[in-house]
């Protein structure tokens, strides 16, 4: 039938594997993930118990032997992430949980000798090794879930965790960076480092209220349980011995002190001996991309930040023996989700202490397989062919592999349809043109068949499958870029072309390629909008011949020739005096332009001319203007000379007194740079504006109201003055100072001078005698 083969079609464009998509997929699953999504607290929703199999571990990952648990599959309940991950873990690994019904991880070998490394510490600090992990690999292998088993293993056998999940925010999406209050060279970002300090102190308040401070800080921090708020100066602080929560609260009470105390628990955690410490970077490779913060101009690069100069361990010679924990471990994992031109390997050297994380070994697929089957969501096993065709479609990725789910996933909504139609009333759905099929007729023995069934008109299934596979195409690509706010055209020729923040020629043509893109984008769619509702122009088209075919319908009145040529002699008569009119006028103006302008004017206007003056250099044109034929011609005087306006050098708002206030420096924000401005002066909304009060003028009028009604004279008067004065009082004083400052050093070089012309010559005089008594005296 006609909707079977449509139906399988559309399987067959929906996953890759169509041909087993009803005996693959699990609807347990699916249903427990639906009812999970309907209520509103994820507490709400329990965990479906666990099954039993070989490749999943019965016991926490902190109990894990790293010979006999390897490939193997770790559970991550609800109580363990709102326990360990106040932080909270990636959307992202929350929907494939929702998905499968089961929270689990697999521990891969890379994890499992870290992890080992970390059970067995006091092993590990007698050797030479640096203490510090970089987790390198392709998009999609499991950087990120490896480091996430790292944390939660560490803050369960009570390790001091600093994590930062996401450090490419500190550099891509932070609303804005500040000056330092304790570091002037340094950046703070006061809102991201709150944030930080807040977690740890949810994680490990307990364990900072034990370890002591071993640097002295001054009266930066005070003991928080003794104050509720900093104490005056004066007051007696050093009763209590500060602890490293007093550093964490006060950089959350305070916003300055929340960068400097997280760069100050930084340098303590470097000496910290009462617990093992670990310092946790997921996208450690975005801190050495430059940033999109710029401020006074300059940009402002990730070292330039005092936060992520603090962590960055590693360096272009390796881990930086000074930044080394005398307890703890320091790991960081790289990224490749963002597009960037720099290269890793090219800015640092972590060949010593880099973890390779690769695609899934022949074992460690069999282990997904095993996971998959045992907790149903593959009801039957796969053939050989079936996981060669499966591992050559997702290259053995990790990531390909949970993409994979979603295509399942899809692959449900197919099934839903497949069983609706199943259960849709026989004589309803069996009836076609008033007729029972054969096939679905319950009298006629025959067994009813699925497709035969669902004989429902095609056509809207295949609009509605295309309809949704467009949109999942679409949604795709609007939730990678519906989280990326860009606060800057800046922001965005940075993040977009990877520029630089100084780069202004680069930026110019990215601006002015987005403004031309734009404008084709707005001329296509009004074109799309124009063809798509296109009643519009039918019915614009058919009044259109309506309204011609009544036209040409109306009788036309006959004219003789005897008139027609009469019109075309006036016609020629009319433009052969125009013309003669123009040319007069034309050489009319040309003459009277190049004689004397006091002459012309008082022939003109005798009562200006009074006031015009050879000393003046006074100039009169003219031009023709008006707004019909004959022109009217127009005069307007100009000067060569400087003019002295009192109000265009000294504009002043004299109805109010002068009040002087001095300058202030502020700062104004461009997106998420901020530059440093100087405060105006004072205000000239109320100043006085100098009006031309000199238009053009029509020559020949009768009056002057005919002068002052004249609509070119009123538009052309009434324009502002085009010299504006740029009035700054202290560009202009400290000019002035500038220059009696370098005439009165030039005049004491060339007093200097002079005068020791004057010795230079005494002295030559003066050999010159004693040369002379020399030989006399010899005589």
């Given at each position: 039938?006609?909707?079977s083969?449509?139906l399988?079609?559309i ?11 009803k005996?693959v997929?699990?609807?347990n699953?699916f ?5 999970c999504?309907?209520?509103d ?21 902190t109990n894990?032997?790293p010979e ?8 991550l309940?609800?109580?363990?992430r709102?326990a ?7 959307k992202?690994?929350v929907?494939?949980?929702?998905l499968?019904g089961?929270?689990?991880i697999?521990l ?5 000798e870290?992890l080992s490394?970390?059970?067995?510490w ?11 992990y ?7 292998t ?9 944390v939660?293993?560490?803050?369960a ?8 999940p ?6 891509f999406?932070a609303?804005y ?6 570091t002037p060279?340094k950046?703070d ?11 740890l102190?949810k994680?490990?308040h307990?364990q900072?209220?034990?370890i ?8 930066r921090y005070?003991p928080t ?14 009763d209590?011995?500060?602890t490293?929560?007093?550093i964490?609260?006060v ?10 105390a ?15 410490v670990l310092i ?8 050495y991309q430059?940033t999109?913060?710029?401020f006074?101009g300059?940009p402002?690069?990730p070292?330039d930040i005092s936060v992520?100069?603090?962590?960055l361990?590693?360096?272009?010679n ?6 080394k924990?005398?307890?703890?471990l320091?790991?960081?994992a790289?990224t490749?989700?963002y ?8 800015k ?12 899934y070994?022949?074992?460690e697929?069999?282990?997904v397989?095993?996971?998959y ?5 593959l009801v039957e096993e796969?053939t050989?062919?079936?996981i ?7 290259k053995?990725?990790?990531g ?10 899809n692959?449900?909504?197919?099934i ?10 026989q ?14 007729n319950p009298?006629s023995?025959?067994?009813?068949n699925l497709?035969?069934?669902?004989e429902?008109?095609?056509t809207?299934?295949?609009k509605?499958f295309r309809g949704v596979?467009c949109r ?5 690509r609007?939730?990678v870029?519906?989280?990326i706010?860009?606060q ?8 977009m072309?990877?520029g630089?923040f ?5 930026f ?7 403004i031309?893109s ?5 001329v ?6 124009w ?6 122009p039918i019915a614009?088209f058919?009044i259109?011949?309506a309204?011609r075919?009544f ?19 006036q016609?020629?008569?009319k433009?052969?005096r ?5 040319q ?9 332009n ?5 002459a012309i004017l008082?022939a003109?206007?005798?009562v200006?001319?009074k ?13 023709l203007?008006g ?10 005087i100009?000067?060569r000379?400087?003019i ?5 050098f000294?504009?002043k708002?004299y109805?109010?007194t002068?009040?002087f206030?001095t300058?202030q420096?502020?700062y104004?924000r461009v997106?998420?740079a ?6 105006s002066?004072q205000r ?17 009028v009768?009056?002057i109201?005919?002068?002052c009604?004249d ?8 324009q502002?003055?085009r010299?504006?004065?740029?009035y700054n009082?202290i560009p202009n004083g ?9 005439k009165q050093i030039?005049?004491?070089v ?16 003066d050999?010159d005698?004693?040369?002379?008594d020399e030989?006399?005296d010899?005589?």
């Open positions: 039938m006609r909707g083969y449509v399988r079609s399987f067959h464009r929906n996953t890759a594997a169509a041909t087993r998509c005996r997929f699990n609807q699953a249903t427990h993930r639906s009812l999504s309907f209520t607290d994820e507490d709400d929703c329990e965990d479906l118990p666990v099954p039993e199999s070989p490749v999943i571990a019965t016991h926490s990952i894990f032997d006999a648990d390897t490939n193997k599959f770790f559970a309940t609800q109580e363990d709102t360990f991950f106040p932080e909270a873990v990636t992202r690994l929907r494939a949980f929702d499968i089961y929270n689990h697999m891969r070998k890379p994890t499992a870290i490394v970390m059970k067995n006091n092993q590990f600090t007698q050797s030479d090794r640096p203490p510090a970089i987790l390198d690999g392709a998009r999609g499991g950087k990120s879930l490896a480091l996430l088993q790292i939660h293993f560490a803050r056998n009570n390790w001091i965790v600093l994590y930062v996401r450090a490419r925010s500190w550099c999406r609303p960076v500040i000056p330092s209050t304790i060279s950046f970002i006061d809102l991201y480092g709150q944030q930080m300090l807040k977690m102190a994680s490990h307990h900072l209220l034990e002591p401070l071993r640097n002295e800080y001054g009266d005070y349980e003794k104050f509720e708020q900093r104490p005056k100066t004066g007051v007696k602080t050093n209590a011995p500060l490293l929560a007093d964490v609260e950089g959350i009470r305070e916003e300055d002190l929340a960068c400097p997280v760069v100050d628990l930084r340098a303590e955690l470097n000496q910290v001996e009462e617990f093992p946790a970077i997921d996208e450690f490779s975005s801190w430059d999109i913060f710029g006074d300059k402002v690069y070292s992520v100069d603090a962590l361990d590693v360096g272009p390796g881990y930086l023996e000074d930044r924990l005398k307890n703890g320091f790991i960081g790289t490749d989700r597009p960037s031109k720099v290269k890793l390997w090219e640092i050297n972590f060949k010593e202490i880099r973890k390779t994380f690769g695609a070994g022949s074992d697929m069999e282990s397989l095993a996971y089957t045992a907790i149903r969501f796969m050989p062919a079936e060669a065709h499966f591992q050559l479609m997702t053995s990725n990790p390909l592999v949970a993409k994979t789910n979603n295509a399942y996933e692959a449900t909504y197919c839903q349809i497949f069983t609706l139609c199943a259960e849709i009333d004589t309803t759905v069996g009836t076609a043109n008033g007729r029972v099929s054969s096939s679905c009298n023995g025959a067994q009813c497709f035969d069934k669902c429902i008109n095609t809207y299934f295949q509605y596979l999942m195409k679409y949604y795709v609007a939730n870029n519906r989280g706010v860009y800057s055209p800046m922001q965005k020729y940075i993040v072309r990877n630089t100084g780069n202004t020629s680069e110019h043509d990215f601006t002015a390629t987005r031309q734009w404008y084709r984008m707005q296509a769619r009004r074109r799309y909008m063809k798509r509702f296109s009643v519009y614009a058919e259109q011949i309204w075919k036209h040409l319908e109306i009788p036309k009145p006959q004219i003789s020739a005897y008139v027609m040529a009469s019109q075309k002699i016609n020629c008569w433009s052969y125009s013309r003669q009119q123009f007069y006028y034309s050489s009319l103006l040309k003459f009277e190049t004689g004397d302008p006091i008082r003109i206007n005798p200006e001319a006031f015009l003056d050879a000393s003046m250099s006074a100039h009169v044109r003219f031009r203007g707004f019909q034929f004959p022109p009217t011609i127009y005069y307007k100009f000067t000379s400087p002295c306006d009192l109000n265009a000294s504009p708002d109805t109010k002068h009040v206030k300058p420096r502020k104004l997106g998420n901020f530059f440093r401005v100087r405060q002066e000239t909304r109320n100043w006085y504006k100098r009006l031309e009060q000199n238009g053009w003028r029509p020559v020949s009768k009056c109201g005919d002068a009604n609509s070119v004279s009123k538009t052309t008067a009434a502002l003055s010299s504006k004065l740029q009082k400290v000019n002035l100072r500038k220059l009696k400052k370098k030039n005049w004491m060339k007093l200097y001078q002079n005068e020791k012309e004057k010795e230079s010559k005494l002295e030559a005089e050999s005698f004693r040369d002379a030989m006399i010899w005589r």
